[in-house]
């Protein structure tokens, strides 16, 4: 039976994929270079650039802006383009500003977060990111109401699946392992990480992908709330709230 719900936030809880998709479209339109690619090829280019650029912020080697930065210059050389530092800098702020216009929740997200809390378990989101753009994604889907914590990789000092950052997360729940469910899209650090740490991992599979391992179990969605429930081991709102006080995320 789950008595803590720690879930990762981007892809998850908050629709990242949704708000860059966006963001890339729009600036197909606003740097002709950008169409050197189909939408997708671009897509996966940004994605990966994205990915190991996230690294070096984690590990504290580059600012969020700087990475930002330098994500749209890889991408703009190797589309062949010229004035790259210029161009670099007006598409990286196009893209924040399209990015952050397309923010949104995952459907059905809050409705979970809402249940969740509501029956008196721990809601610990456990997240490889900065306090404040999370704390700001979180505001704005208004998910963060529903919170007891907010873990981040920049607090903790590392990442997931780093052992500490769940063993962070337990304890802000006030849970063992053993009465935990971690939540999250990304197999490496998500999945791996919760089962190196004792956690029942659950899938969040929206792109339909094959798994490495089918013994965990998987969620498509969050829309169907019983089917949730019962996947998380949430079956019935327990005798009473824990005696713990839940600390808001905005303490955290």
């Not at 052992?163 to 935990?180: K, P, Q, S």
């Not at 798994?211 to 429930?229: I, K, W, Y």
């Not at 019962?230 to 079956?235: A, E, F, M, P, T």
Request: net charge negative.
């Amino acid at each position: 039976m789950c008595r803590a719900l720690l879930i990762d936030l981007d892809d998850t809880l908050f629709d990242h994929r949704h708000a860059t998709q966006r963001a890339l479209g729009e600036l197909r339109a606003f740097e002709a270079a950008l169409t050197a690619w189909p939408v997708e090829e671009l897509e996966r280019r940004h994605a990966e650039i994205l990915e190991l650029l996230h690294a070096e912020v984690i590990a504290g080697i580059r600012t969020i802006d700087d990475a930002r930065a330098e994500r749209f210059s890889r991408l703009l050389s190797a589309a062949g383009a010229d004035r790259i530092p210029e161009r670099a800098s007006r598409v990286a702020a196009r893209y924040r500003t399209s990015y952050e216009q397309g923010w949104q929740a995952v459907p059905g997200a809050p409705e979970l977060l809402a249940t969740v809390a509501g029956r008196g378990l721990p809601v610990v989101v456990v997240t490889n990111n900065g306090v404040a753009e999370q704390r700001r994604k979180l505001a704005h889907c208004g998910l963060d109401r529903h919170l007891t914590a907010l873990v981040t990789s920049e607090e903790v000092g590392i990442g997931k699946p780093d052992r500490r950052m769940f063993d962070a997360a337990l304890e802000a729940a006030g849970v063992n392992a053993a009465d935990a469910v971690m939540v999250g899209d990304a197999w490496p650090t998500d999945i791996a990480g919760a089962l190196a740490a004792g956690i029942r991992p659950v899938w969040f599979n929206r792109l339909g992908l094959a798994s490495p391992d089918p013994a965990v179990p998987e969620l498509a969605g969050f829309d169907d709330l019983p089917r949730t429930l019962d996947v998380l081991g949430i079956r019935r709102a327990p005798d009473r709230a824990p005696e713990r006080q839940h600390k808001a995320a905005s303490s955290t």
